[in-house]
């Protein structure tokens, strides 16, 4: 082979090394208030649609009950039940302080709206707004939205397989406690907290036959229609997700996949909605 000084092997060596980049990379802080801002931008938009929508008078306060009807009867019930794609026993004992947090979270509404009511000497009527108000804040489908633009834009957490479903299963385990504590210990305190104000019943004229005893199968029914869709579908995700063969027949890919398909687009949709009327 020729001989040579070895400079031209030199530059060639040089010449193929990658320049570093000019661009200085942002600190964690700055890349995180960066992915909060798009955030939160993100859902001021989505609101800020409903609010023309609203301007616009495609929805009325009629409409807005109804859709608000809808979500809590249906798309809510749907979204709770698609989790069950994201929830396996492993992953309800890794998350189960998420249960914790949420029980806490409540206890914690519960007794400041209490502390409250008495400083500032409410009337029962004011009172009861103010306990149920700190108690079961709601901030709607917020969390789904916020972590959805956070997961695609964090590239910290964009290339992590399955962020967006855990993502979407922890606030889905938090605010199941909050479903199953409004719609069964809320709904008793609200019975209770109201009955005081409500007039007494009027005395039954004399005569008048009772109405005969419930028969089994009507207290029955009775007693599934007065369990809540959002509870129902909560319970009933968690229990799939918890037997590995019944979920993968209603996951992607299984037999039944159209069912756990259709209802996580019908969830995504009140996501979606919910944010959409909170404008």
Avoid at 127 to 143: E, H, Q, S
């Amino acid at each position: 082979p020729p001989q040579g000084d070895g400079r031209g092997r030199c530059r060639i060596a040089a010449s193929s090394q990658i320049a570093p980049s000019d661009t200085p990379k942002m600190s964690l802080f700055t890349e995180a208030l960066t992915v909060a801002a798009h955030a939160n931008l993100s859902v001021f938009l989505i609101c800020a649609v409903g609010a023309l929508a609203v301007y616009l008078k495609f929805l009325n306060g009629e409409a807005l009950k109804r859709v608000a009807g809808l979500m809590i009867r249906l798309l809510y019930p749907m979204l709770t039940f698609s989790m069950f794609d994201a929830y396996s026993a492993e992953r309800l004992a890794r998350w189960s302080p998420a249960l914790v947090v949420g029980a806490c979270h409540l206890l914690l509404g519960f007794a400041l709206g209490q502390i409250f009511a008495r400083l500032l000497r409410l009337q029962p009527q004011p009172r009861i707004c103010l306990v149920l108000t700190t108690t079961f804040g709601n901030c709607g489908a917020l969390p789904f939205i916020l972590s959805l633009v956070v997961v695609q834009r964090w590239r910290r957490v964009a290339d992590t397989p399955g962020a967006l479903e855990s993502a979407y299963g922890i606030i889905a385990l938090y605010a199941s406690v909050w479903i199953l504590m409004m719609f069964t210990a809320g709904a008793k305190y609200i019975q209770y907290a109201t009955s005081s104000l409500e007039a007494p019943p009027a005395a039954d004229a004399k005569g008048k036959v009772s109405d005969p005893a419930p028969t089994l199968r009507a207290r029955v029914l009775r007693r599934i229609r007065s369990v809540e869709p959002t509870v129902a579908g909560t319970v009933l995700g968690i229990i799939i997700g918890l037997i590995p063969p019944l979920k993968a027949v209603l996951g992607a890919g299984g037999a039944l996949g159209f069912i756990g398909g259709t209802a996580r687009v019908l969830g995504d949709a009140g996501i979606t909605l919910s944010t959409l009327i909170l404008g």
